[in-house]
């Protein structure tokens, strides 16, 4: 039987969240009798200190990260016939923005190394009818986004970044959400400015484009009762933006623990043994990348991931798969009838991926533990498959 003092959970969101709860109930209070439950003065200033943090000149709160996506290509008016570029290995919400808008999308196989959209793929699957890139900055590490943008410049495509795993990253120095015509920023819970409950934010460096946006997200309403596109209702409410601003005073010190956790993973996993004998491969760090770790992903073989995860989930340890299925082979998407045969990097990352526990609050003994169950796993030849 485990110990309980040997279980490690995937995440840790309360005992995250736990040294904050005085400054949360305060906001929370102030909301509550305020009674400006929408538009009160907190998403304001959320918004700004997320455009300031982002190196953009405007944000635009909405409802999740799926609704900034979703409202980048509305404000773009893509619809039926135009192509938008996305990977496959991401969360669903990177595709069904475009799907919903009757739009196609145009999957790009990844780099190996990073997970992340691969720029060469990119340049071969534009067309005349591309009307959108949507790279993500997947794991909290920014795709090579500086050749995406200059290749995307010269024939006139938005870049809208996916930075829902992202916020705080940047690369070359430069904020992600900077980058493009949109940022796209995801406050679920779970992400490395996480809320209590759905929440997004969407950057842009573009005045006019932020404007639209804000159309799009109230209703296409302007002036009260005056419809100038069909928009959709997507708020972020004062209550997420209250808690998000606690949240976002201490995200430089919960962005250096989990950099300090990560390398941390790399150094004992370094001393496992485990990398001489090619059991798992660590995440590649792009040296161009500043890394937030929203996720550590190793890779390990497919035909013993199922088998590791097993046994780290009978020891107590917490691990994830994200993502198993590529979303161009999701049910909903079969009609799309995508050819698996251009996408093998995407279709081996959804089988060799394992995502192991990574949290701010992590303590170096539960970091030691899930180092230690995954080397006895390998160690031990535990359910080996026979050769
Ligand atoms: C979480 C996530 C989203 C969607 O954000 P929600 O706020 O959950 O709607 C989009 N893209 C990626 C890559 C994500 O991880």
């Known amino acids: 039987m485990t110990h309980p003092a040997d279980k ?6 309360n005992q995250d969240n736990k040294p904050l709860r005085d400054d949360f109930v305060e906001a929370l209070s102030s909301v509550v009798d305020s009674g400006r439950f929408l538009f009160g003065p907190d998403v304001k200033e959320l918004e700004k200190e997320v455009a300031e943090l982002s190196g953009a000149s405007h944000a635009v709160g ?4 799926s609704d900034a996506l979703l409202l980048s290509l509305m404000a773009l008016d893509i619809g039926p016939g135009d192509e938008v570029i996305v990977p496959s290995f991401t969360f669903f919400a990177s595709v069904s923005c475009v799907v919903r808008l009757g739009a196609t999308p145009v999957f790009v196989d990844i780099c190996p190394d990073t997970f992340n959209i691969d720029p ?18 997947l794991f909290g590490q920014c795709a090579r986004i500086d050749e995406i943008c200059q290749l995307a410049e010269p024939h006139n495509i938005p870049v809208i970044e996916d930075a829902a795993q992202a916020i705080g990253a940047g690369y070359k120095g430069r904020p992600a959400g900077s980058w493009g015509l949109t940022g796209c920023f995801s406050f679920y819970p779970t992400k490395n400015l996480g809320g209590m409950g759905d929440g997004g934010m969407i950057t842009s460096n573009d005045a006019d484009f932020a404007d639209r946006l804000q159309l799009f997200a109230g209703h296409g309403m302007r002036p009260r009762y005056y419809h100038q596109v069909v928009g959709i209702n997507s708020r972020l409410d004062t209550f997420q933006a209250a808690v998000l601003r606690v949240k976002l005073r201490h995200l430089e010190e919960a962005t250096r623990c989990r950099k300090a956790i990560a390398s941390r993973y ?9 990398l001489d004998g090619q059991q798992i491969t660590l995440p590649a760090i792009d040296p161009n990348a500043d890394h937030v770790w929203n996720q550590y992903g190793i890779r390990v073989s497919s035909e013993r991931r199922d088998d590791l995860r097993a046994f780290l989930g009978e020891s107590g340890v917490g691990s994830e798969i994200y993502y198993p299925i590529p979303v161009h082979q999701q049910e909903c998407f079969a009609a799309l009838k995508v050819d698996d045969s251009q996408l093998p990097e995407t279709i081996r990352a959804s089988k060799e991926i394992l995502n192991l526990p990574i949290f701010p609050s992590m303590s170096e003994a539960e970091q030691d533990r899930v180092v230690a169950v995954v080397t006895q796993f390998y160690q031990s030849g535990q359910k080996q498959v026979a050769a």
């Not at 909405?62 to 990260?65: E, K, L, M, R, T």
């Not at 790399?266 to 485990?274: A, R, V």
């Open 120 to 137: 060469e793929g990119i340049r071969q699957a534009i067309t005349a009818n591309t009307k959108a890139i949507i790279p993500v900055h």
């Open 62 to 65: 909405c409802a999740s990260g």
């Open 8 to 13: 490690v959970p995937l995440l840790n969101i």
């Open 266 to 274: 790399t150094e004992l996993f370094e001393q496992s043994g485990l």
